[in-house]
């Protein structure tokens, strides 16, 4: 069973939101709450069968430049899904954390996001790690002024603890729904010897079936790191 050697640390792609609301005739907005839901029933699931980490593609640099409108949609639903969700991530051990660089938010989101990341600190399940205005070039130039900052000398170590990642580790297993085959700026470092799966399954509807589908595919995989 996919459940009884879960990877240690999963990343999604969550792609597909704006695809299946004009598939149905609804606005953008519409796709963005259906995934917020489908993100709930993940995250659950990886916390069940004991994921340790699941980071999330929620928001990068480059989606600034979608409609005003939008933005501002998704800030409200950001906010309001981290404060629903506190009492899941309780009730299911869950810890919250977020990377990316946060400092462009609102005041208000940035408030909602430190208090949640604060009450659930002492949670010891899985961590729901959300990336936020993230993009994996501009990660890497902060960790480089990080290095830079604290003197230290440049060497893997050194530089993977300067990553918003650290804490984290490396990707064991990267998911990216709707088709896409790209990795659109996301944890290039961290991707490096990650299991990669790409399905046509828009967000919305990736379900925990098809994810214990590719879990299982994953353990089935020979990962060499490199080596024969």
């Known amino acids: 069973m996919s459940s009884s050697n879960p990877p240690t640390h999963i990343a999604i792609i969550m792609d597909g939101n704006g695809r299946w609301a004009k598939q149905r005739g609804l606005k953008r907005t519409a796709g963005h709450e259906e995934g917020a839901r ?9 916390a069940k069968i004991g ?13 600034w430049t979608r409609p005003k409108l939008e933005v501002e949609y998704l800030m409200k639903l950001l906010e309001k899904y981290l404060k629903n969700e506190l009492e899941t991530f ?10 990316g660089d946060l400092s462009k938010f609102s005041k208000s989101l940035q408030k909602t996001i430190k208090d ?50 650290a804490e984290f ?39 925990v079936k098809e994810l214990d589908d590719i879990i299982e595919d994953f353990n089935k995989r020979q990962r060499r790191f490199g080596g024969v």
Not at 51 to 63: D, I, W
Not at 189 to 205: G, I, K, R, S, V
């Open 38 to 46: 489908v993100v709930r029933n993940i995250t659950k699931h990886c």
């Open 90 to 99: 309780i009730q299911n051990s869950i810890r919250f954390k977020a990377i």
């Open 116 to 165: 949640i990341e604060e009450k659930t600190s002492k949670n010891l399940g899985l961590t729901q790690v959300l990336a936020l205005n993230y993009g994996s070039k501009d990660e890497i130039i902060r960790a480089i002024k990080k290095l830079n900052d604290k003197n230290l000398e440049i060497n893997e170590k050194n530089f993977e603890s300067c990553l918003d990642t």
């Open 169 to 207: 580790g490396d990707v064991d297993l990267l998911i990216r729904t709707s088709g896409e085959v790209r990795l659109s700026n996301y944890l290039l470092w961290q991707n490096a010897y990650a299991e990669m799966f790409f399905t046509q399954t828009l967000w919305p509807d990736f379900s």
């Open 51 to 63: 994921v340790k980490y699941l980071t999330l593609y929620a928001f990068s640099t480059e989606n």
